[in-house]
């Protein structure tokens, strides 16, 4: 998620964000999650519950709808409000809720399956995470699990934001290569192998650190572009697979467009025969 941006909502100062847990990412959307008592204290329960609608959208809808790469994009819609995406109506901008909270419950929300249709991992198809570094607003992507866990228990600089997309988890997919930034703490990935060989020869400050994970459509998936863009402000990278959340950041103004860096398939591409809901 973006650390800066034009959302109305309240700055918590030196306050921390709340640390979202692995029992709530695992667990489905409940009324007794301490995150649903915190919507009910904004008032966001007035117009949404978790599994029907109200005069907004269900929870759960909202997350069949997106995946993590849409985080900013909520957070956003949240604090400076919202016209009318699902016709139900507008949605009012909350500028006295800090913005700490918002970014725990739409952590919550799209953290959690809203369906059968939002798969979760699948044999051919393993996730790869996403986590933004909090000092820098630098973004960090694993296809290891392992390493996933050893981030959320050591590092909480690294704040994760869930399922980017999925690597192919047999040896015929296009590799993703990975380089970390050890001027300003960044990481850079590319599939392109000309691309790595000029990183790898014309920048010493980026070490280069192998295949991250793979990636690639097969057995009736549908790949879609995972976009790159660079920060102008402190040269982090941002990789999206949302067009929406690619959007939003070049409209900040400080964000610049590198095009598609490869094509991985997103929940919204799988098919439900290779998955497992």
């Known amino acids: 998620m973006f650390t800066a941006g034009a959302a109305a909502c309240a700055d ?3 306050e921390p964000s709340p640390a979202i847990s692995v029992a709530v990412r695992e667990k489905t959307l409940s009324t007794s999650d301490p995150e649903w008592k915190l919507a009910e204290k904004h008032g966001c329960a007035l117009c949404h519950q978790v599994d029907r609608r109200l005069i907004g959208p269900s929870y759960r809808e909202v997350a069949a709808r997106y995946d993590q790469s849409a985080a900013l994009l909520l957070t956003h819609s949240i604090c400076n409000g919202l016209s009318d995406r699902w016709g139900l109506g507008t949605m009012p901008a909350h500028p006295r809720v800090l913005r700490s909270d918002v970014t725990t419950l739409v952590a919550w929300i799209l953290a959690l399956p809203g369906s059968s249709s939002s798969p979760l991992s699948g044999n051919l198809y393993q996730p790869v995470f996403r986590f933004a570094k909090i000092s820098n607003g630098a973004y960090f992507l694993t296809g290891d699990a392992s390493e996933k866990e050893a981030i959320l228990a050591g590092y909480p ?4 934001e869930g399922i980017a997309f999925y690597q192919r988890s047999d040896a015929a ?6 380089f970390a930034n050890l001027t300003n703490g960044g990481y850079f990935y590319t599939a392109s192998e000309q691309e790595r060989e000029s990183v790898v020869r014309g920048f010493p400050q980026f070490r280069f650190e192998g295949t991250s994970f793979s990636v690639g459509a097969v057995d009736g998936a549908v790949a879609r572009p995972v976009y790159r863009l660079a ?5 982090a990278y941002l990789f999206t697979g949302s067009a929406e959340e690619r959007s939003f950041a070049l409209g900040l103004g400080h964000w610049r467009d590198e095009g598609v860096d490869f094509e991985a398939v997103t929940h919204y591409g799988l098919p439900t025969s290779s998955v497992q809901t």
Do not use: A, E, K
């Open 231 to 235: 920060n102008l402000s402190n040269g």
């Open 173 to 178: 997919g296009q590799p993703v290569y990975r």
């Open 157 to 160: 600089d690294f704040r994760y």
């Open 12 to 14: 918590p100062g030196t």
